[in-house]
């Protein structure tokens, strides 16, 4: 069962450089969103989609932009990467019964 | 913004041993919800609890969801290595964007 996948596992990137956090799901889930978790700050909510074609902010949303074209997959875009980005980054969907499905994570590391 | 804080941030104990997480937040939440997270791996659903004063366990794990739902707590009987993880709690108000993460307690279980 492959239920959230997201890639790369790690990164390094160059302040000012761009990139985009690849996610997919297979559990038909309408609902996705992205955290970043940081040492002694929980999981904090960057964006989220309640189906195709619907996404708003969440609590962290500068810096990053979000598409969902396909129930599948919300990649996540850094514009312009900076070293307040370095962090780990989970993919997630969450079922009708408010269950949430994460993915492995991850680990950006901008320089 | 709901705060959710969780205590103690750190805990390491002996295997054997007894311990008791909290959750704890001044809003009101329709369900409350505990993760655990291993290292290099994202967060797994252990249970949910809805309705104020709710008792879950799940083998050696008692969780609680305070008469007022604005508060948790986590027990272990006589913890085991297996154990040793990230425990989060999150609290649902409102519908799928509404949930706050906890800030974490890190547990490590000494064999």
């Known amino acids: 069962n492959a239920g959230v996948t997201q890639t790369p596992k790690f990164q390094v990137l160059k302040t000012g450089q761009s990139m985009t956090l690849q996610c997919a799901q297979d559990m038909n889930h309408e609902y996705m969103s992205w955290y970043r978790q940081d040492p002694g700050m929980g999981l904090r909510l960057i964006h989220y989609s309640v189906g195709a074609g619907i996404t708003d902010q969440g609590e962290v949303p500068n810096g990053y932009n979000v598409s969902r074209s396909t129930t599948e997959d919300f990649p996540l875009r850094l514009l312009s990467a900076a070293p307040s980005q370095t962090s780990v980054y989970f993919c997630a969907s969450t079922d009708r019964g408010n269950t949430i499905y994460f993915g492995e994570g991850s680990w950006l590391t901008v320089v | 913004t709901q705060l959710l804080e969780q205590s103690p941030q750190f805990l390491s104990i002996q295997e054997g041993e007894n311990l008791t997480v909290y959750c704890n937040s001044s809003?009101?939440?329709?369900?409350l919800q505990w993760y655990r997270q291993e290292p290099g791996e994202g967060p797994v659903l252990l249970v949910t609890v809805v309705t104020g004063g709710e008792v879950k366990k799940l083998k050696r794990l008692t969780f609680q969801f305070g008469d007022a739902r604005k508060d948790s707590s986590l027990h272990i009987t006589a913890a085991q290595p297996g154990d040793t993880g990230l425990y989060l709690c999150?609290?649902?108000?409102?519908?799928?964007?509404?949930?706050?993460f906890g800030t974490g307690t890190k547990l490590q279980v000494i064999p």
């Open positions: 809003s009101v939440f329709s369900s």
């Open positions: 999150a609290g649902a108000s409102g519908g799928y964007q509404k949930v706050t």
